[in-house]
């Protein structure tokens, strides 16, 4: 086995940040511990750990035990998560490509297919001027920030008091929309354990209800929002509740008006969190479930992006 200098160390550890976004580590057609499994290397992948921790260690694991194959797995990983970020609106970039080969050179490798003047030349470049931004436009945060909501997500869990969980929830559904580009309208409203607000997105306003309470939300709970969302045609509603929806909740919606509401569970959340999902793919996912049910909540590991 061969043990990593302090040099190779710290290169792979910057290696697995920059690599980080390139894949995600489950709910997708292709995963990291996929391409793993496809390059011969899935024992070396470090099972029931997050992505963040897995990375580093799985890069660690393949150059200690099957350093031959370290560069084909680069190159596979970049390949694949050239189409994955290009289907979430987030290409990768030249110089992105350019830290990589820095980094592998660091652990005395040098891909030659990630150095070639022309494929370099094909990716697009940070530094170029980005188009006039519009209306529709897709804003996608980046890992660090979506991490760090993740960490604040799961210190609330550790709040008994429901008002000063209350006072903390509210800026994180702020600092959460307004990450993904939603606009928030102001501060939410806290009353009690629910907490309104409104976002834009694509064109319509969403009226938002939050709620953390101990048990999950009835169709009561969802059929006042759906009567606030109706005040126009460009009004819809996101109703959040941590703890999830009762089993009539969602089929007592398909009764009667039109489907305007969706709906989010605390897993729903972390899914998003954990990027597993995006904000927007979310969005679009439940809207057109609903759209095409009329329910109004069906969990994201139910549905297809």
């Not at 309470?213 to 109706?230: H, S, Y």
Request: aromatic share 10%; with cysteine; glycine share 6%.
């Amino acid at each position: 086995m061969a043990i990593l200098t302090m040099i190779e160390s710290q290169a792979v550890a910057e290696l697995a940040d920059q690599l980080y976004d390139f894949l995600p580590a489950s709910f997708s057609a292709v995963t990291w511990p996929l391409v793993a499994e496809w390059m011969g290397v899935k024992d070396c992948w470090p099972d029931g750990t997050s992505k963040r921790q897995a990375i580093p260690i799985f890069l660690r694991n393949v150059l200690e035990h099957r350093r031959g194959v370290f560069c084909d797995l680069i190159v596979k990983v970049v390949q694949e998560g050239i189409n994955y970020r290009l289907r979430k609106g987030n290409p990768v970039t030249r110089e992105e490509i350019e830290k990589i080969n820095a980094l592998v050179l660091k652990v005395e490798f040098k891909i030659p297919q990630l150095h070639d003047r022309a494929f370099l030349s094909g990716l697009p470049s940070s530094n170029e001027q980005p188009a006039a931004s519009t209306s529709s436009s897709i804003k996608q945060p980046s890992a660090n920030s979506i991490d760090n909501l993740r960490r604040r997500f799961l210190t609330l869990f550790d709040e008994k008091d429901a008002k000063k969980r209350g006072f903390a929830f509210e800026p994180f559904l702020t600092d959460f929309f307004s990450l993904h580009g939603l606009d928030p309208k102001g501060s939410f409203r806290i009353d009690g354990e629910q907490i309104d607000g409104s976002f834009e997105w694509q064109g319509n306003t969403f009226l938002v209800e939050a709620r953390w309470r101990a048990k999950p939300a009835n169709a009561a709970d969802l059929l006042v929002l759906r009567g606030k969302a109706e005040k126009s045609d460009w009004t819809r509603g996101l109703f959040i509740s941590i703890y999830g929806f009762s089993e009539l909740a969602s089929p007592t919606l398909q009764i009667g008006r039109k489907a305007n509401l969706i709906a989010m569970s605390g897993q729903d959340l972390m899914l998003i969190l954990e990027q597993h999902w995006t904000l927007h793919d979310a969005l679009r996912a439940k809207l057109r479930h609903t759209g095409e049910t009329a329910e109004a909540y069906k969990a994201l590991t139910e549905l297809v992006k």
